[in-house]
């Protein structure tokens, strides 16, 4: 019998039926358990202990470093770690993290209030991005082009806005129009692709639909994912990277990383690698 994977998700996305469909090839097999029915706590975790590895896909905010956590204190291995989801998860500890180890990061301002908010105008030129310290696939991202539509726009965050919600981060625009994302599978950058913003959407981003195009091998990206990895561990990341005049530079982290448009951009066969990298960790 094949070694037992559990995929941790909301719901079954065409990842993840990939990589069920793609698992028996490599003597695996792969079950969906719905993360919102997990109930965790008991030290020895019923739930999931017939699973040689839990592989966390919770597209939530915060979820998956939860469940993640619960099931490494319970003896079972996740993939990715509960301390990398937590960092992923949260873009002000993966970027102090990072920056620490010396890995270049876009340069920011933590937000917190109306008094952050002004600071970071001061100390930051215009345009600016706005975006909350818990999100992804480019929501809640604000572009701020000129300071007499800021105060309205912190309006929003400030009014409408949980205290989760308003936590945020102020970064320079850097107006490229595009945005690169590596694919990692262990510590290996599998796939490499440019995102570019279409129509009058200025946000590079794959979830967003943008235009995309294969990147060749390119050492300085390899040697910006491996800084990466050497920090969060091994694991399935999606690196999302920046160009600046001085280099490369991170601007998120993805624990639970869609792959259909990189996959299709490039022509690699993804759900083979992470069953290839199962196999090589299962050993």
Known sequence: MGKKIAIVADRIGWEERQLIHTAPNSGLDIEWINDESLCLGDPDAPQLGDYDVVLIRSRSYTRGGLLATQAEASGIRTLNSAAAIQACENKLTLRTVLRNADVPVTQFRLVLSRQDFDKALEEL?????????????????????????????????????????????????????????????????????????????????????????????????????????????????????????????????????????????TGVDIPSAISRYLQEILA
Request: hydrophobic share 45%; net charge negative; with cysteine.
């Open 125 to 265: 030129p215009l345009p600016l991005v706005l975006k909350p310290v818990f999100g992804g696939m480019g929501k809640r991202v604000a572009l701020i082009r000129d300071a007499d539509t800021a105060q309205s726009l912190y309006d929003y965050v400030e009014d409408l806005g949980h205290g989760f919600e308003q936590a945020c981060l102020v970064e320079p625009f850097l107006d490229s129009g595009t945005s690169i994302r590596c694919f990692v599978v262990g510590r290996e950058l599998v796939a490499a692709a440019e995102f570019q913003s279409a129509g009058s959407d200025w946000r590079s981003n794959a979830a967003l639909g943008n235009r995309n195009r294969a990147l060749d091998h390119d050492p300085a990206l390899a040697k910006i994912v491996d800084s990466v990895v050497n920090e969060l561990g091994e694991g399935i990341y999606g690196i999302d990277l920046f160009s600046t005049p001085e280099g490369h530079v991170v601007n998120e982290v993805n624990h639970a990383p869609a792959f259909k448009t990189i996959a299709q951009a």
